[in-house]
């Protein structure tokens, strides 16, 4: 930090013609460490962000996260339940397929306004790479986590109980309770397979689609409309593979997006806490392995800007100060 701190010149070099010396006085103390302490602190707030916690403006991009949210899990959990009961003969490709509709719609409206998350873990993803500080990241997954709690209010107001207790809202659920010959049982996926499902979907959401967006010479090529199309398509295929690889009834998929999930859990409860964490930790260790990825290719592939956020930057200064 010592290229932050103004060098002042000693008295014999600022005198030089006549060789002053020093006038011996009682010594000061050293003011070096105090300052660099400070300069650390300082640089250190900045790289956390730590102002844009009382920044109207990324409150006010908040609120586009929020409403975006709160769209996201209304409509996707709509989708959900009137593709089954259509009972059209391919109820998931279909709700795949409108999925990636309202996906790229969503995106497309948000992002001039927020960066266009609407998830918390496309968010934490750009904040460890440094596109975005850790204190905006917080207000954007705060919004996003009430977004979903307003768009599962808004169902809920919509729908009948019959239909809610059928597809509970639409939330990611790993089992449900179903009659069985000798009385209830419970069916679905077992939490370490859900897990790594959230894991390796979320993973390839980030890097097959996500990455297209962080780099800007292809954000610039592509535009918005592709790239954001391609974001959609990425996310239906994804859903679609994911319930129907396992052939598990009462799993409902990679919920690839934690606030989505937690909506409908807090407003219905019951068996949709059942293995919640799962749609917590698969996002957020997908989001570390994707940032781990970015470190390791070559600097010259990865054109973003940003990096004065970087997750190792900020750890480099903590260690230091």
Not at 79 to 94: A, C, D, R
Not at 156 to 185: D, M, R
Not at 258 to 272: E, T
């Amino acid at each position: 930090m010592a290229q932050n701190v103004p060098m002042v010149e000693d008295e014999e070099s600022f005198y030089i013609g006549s060789r002053v010396q020093p006038v011996p006085s009682t010594p000061k103390p050293d003011q070096s460490r105090f300052e660099d302490g400070k300069s650390n602190a300082c640089k250190l707030s900045e790289m956390l962000g730590l102002e844009e916690f009382l920044s109207l403006n990324v409150w006010r991009a908040s609120l586009a996260e929020l409403i975006g949210s709160a769209i996201l899990v209304f409509a996707i959990d709509t989708i959900v339940i009137s593709s089954y009961e259509t009972k059209t003969e391919s109820p998931k490709l279909m709700m795949s397929l409108l999925i990636s509709i309202i996906i790229a719609i969503l995106l497309l409206a948000v992002n001039p306004v927020s960066g266009g998350h609407i998830n918390p873990a496309i968010t934490l993803a750009a904040a460890l790479v440094g596109l975005i500080s850790l204190s905006r990241a917080a207000v954007y997954i705060l919004a996003q986590c009430a977004g979903s709690v307003l768009g599962a209010l808004a169902l809920k107001a919509v729908v009948n109980s019959t239909i809610e207790e059928t597809f509970s809202l639409g939330g990611c659920t790993l089992t449900v309770v179903a009659p069985g010959p000798k009385g209830p049982i419970s069916i679905g996926l077992g939490t370490s397979q859900a897990l790594w499902l959230e894991i390796i979907c979320t993973f390839v959401l980030l890097f097959a689609s996500i990455w297209i967006a962080f780099d800007h010479r292809q954000a610039r090529a592509l535009g918005r409309v592709i790239i954001f199309s391609v974001i959609g398509i990425v996310v239906g295929l994804l859903v679609f593979v994911s319930t129907t690889v396992t052939g598990a009834q009462g799993y409902a998929g990679a919920g690839m997006n934690p606030a989505r999930c937690l909506g409908p859990a807090i407003v219905r409860g019951g068996h949709l806490w059942n293995g919640h964490w799962v749609f917590w930790a698969g996002p957020t260790i997908a989001s570390v392995a994707f940032y781990l990825y970015t470190k390791i290719i070559p600097r010259q592939h990865f054109h973003a800007h940003g990096y004065e956020h970087d997750f190792l930057n900020i750890l480099k200064a903590v260690f230091i100060s």
